[in-house]
């Protein structure tokens, strides 16, 4: 280092200029620039031929080129200016351009991965728009937690991060007891990432609580009832629920009850309920419908229905299905009885009828 400084003070780089200012730190400013100007380049021609290849392109891509190029310019000007002594004070036991760098740093860092999170959202396709947007928010925090440590060791810290590390342990031991609950949501969030019970828009039954998935977020999961209220339901407590998703396959079984009356036949009653179902056009042949007598009512026997259904029709279907086969038993003259009951007394009941006139 001291070989370094002495060069540039030898001879005619020695010489004053203006003050304290002279030729050689003149020199070694223009030479930091002009070195700090041909690597910002090169780095961007470099990322902008490989974000034209790379699979990586939610990070690789001109945004980033352009984000590190001015990061290498900038800091090669506040180089530039430290090698003319301006920024050459201390602050802290640190000179003022290794803390205006160390800030450059964190800054650009905290930009860049501000913008890859966005660019990861917006070109992610919407069936995997939970799980881009949870990937997302923890490579944005590790890259902001790495720019931090990183620029603590620019700004000349280092030395001092153990004391650092210590009351950052103390505090996070205080702070992890009033807000556990925070750090537990966190965690339960980045289970369900890799669990994946649910995604936006599909229809859920969880924590007593039933409707459309509206968001999934980093701490909760938001819940569209279907009375159209939002819940917010922790990731926490979501995680420990038993989660019930109604569209997590392609079909769903309908199951219907139909009672007819004791006198009407059970099989021409089965063979017309299938006919019905044949003739739905979202009732899958495969599996196949299923009608059966399930079991001898106190006022009907019971016929079962089990039919499968394309999982987004599920309730259009149901809704049709119960509606057609009444239309087709109306039709048929089969009876659909309602509850009736005999009522024997002890004593013979006399009834006096009085006539007009």
Known sequence: MNTTASFWEQGLLGKELFLTLTLGAVVKALLILVLGA???????????????????????????????????????????????????????????????????????????????????????????????????????????????????????????????????????????????????????????????????????????????????????????TWDGLLVRIPNEKLFNSEIKNLQKYPARRVDITVGIAYTEDAGRAIEVIKKTLDEMPYVLAEPEPAVFVSNLGDNSVNIAIRAWAPSEKWFDVRTQIVKRVKEALDEAGIEIPFPQRVNWFAEELRVRVEKEG
């Open 38 to 224: 041909i690597v910002a380049r090169l780095v961007r021609r470099y990322l902008l031929n490989l974000s034209r290849s790379t699979r990586y392109v939610w990070i690789i891509n001109e945004d980033t080129a352009s984000t590190l190029y001015n990061l290498i310019v900038v800091i090669a000007v506040v180089y530039s200016f430290h090698a003319l002594g301006v920024l050459s004070y201390e602050i802290a036991g640190t000179s003022i351009s290794n803390l205006l760098t160390a800030v450059l740093v964190f800054y650009f860092s905290y930009v860049l991965a501000k913008k890859t999170k966005d660019y990861m959202i917006m070109s992610s396709p919407q069936q995997r728009l939970p799980e881009v947007q949870l990937k997302a928010k923890l490579f944005y925090y590790l890259v902001v937690t790495l720019a931090f440590f990183i620029a603590l060791n620019i700004a000349g810290f280092t030395g001092r991060l153990s004391t650092l590390i210590a009351a950052a342990g103390i505090t996070g031991i205080v702070l992890g007891f009033a807000s556990q609950t925070v750090v537990s949501n966190f965690i339960s969030g980045i289970f369900m990432y890799f669990d994946k019970p649910l995604k936006i828009g599909d229809p859920v039954e969880v924590a007593g609580y039933s409707g459309i998935v509206h968001d999934i977020r980093i701490l909760s999961t938001r819940i569209r």
